[in-house]
């Protein structure tokens, strides 16, 4: 007989799947051959009431999320125009097509 603790196991070990990413890592580095402060003039309009910061390096872009880590944007200064980290935590069941904010942030390049 099965003991009930492992199917229980197994459950609570797939479903903090999601939560085992370092939470520095970037979902996603892009590089652009925009400035930081004209990819940031892009992308600002498409996302929902973002807040904008100007950092020494370039722009920090913030959209809260209701129900997960809010979703940043830093766009660096890079030899050739910038680089863009996007950090976002996916839910299991949209991890398998880009997100509206993916989608924003890879528009604007």
Known sequence: MRSPVVPALTLAALLLTGCAS?????SLVLQTSKTPAEYAEC???KLQDPTVS????GYR??????IA???????YK????????LYERHL???????????RAAQGCL
């Open 61 to 66: 872009i913030v959209v809260s999320s209701k």
């Open 22 to 26: 370092a939470p520095n890592d970037p």
């Open 54 to 57: 100007q950092t020494q390096r």
């Open 92 to 102: 299991l069941a949209s991890s398998f097509s880009p997100s509206s904010f993916e």
């Open 43 to 45: 992308v600002v309009p």
């Open 69 to 75: 880590a809010d979703n940043v944007l830093e766009a």
């Open 78 to 85: 890079a030899p050739n125009g910038g680089k863009v980290y």
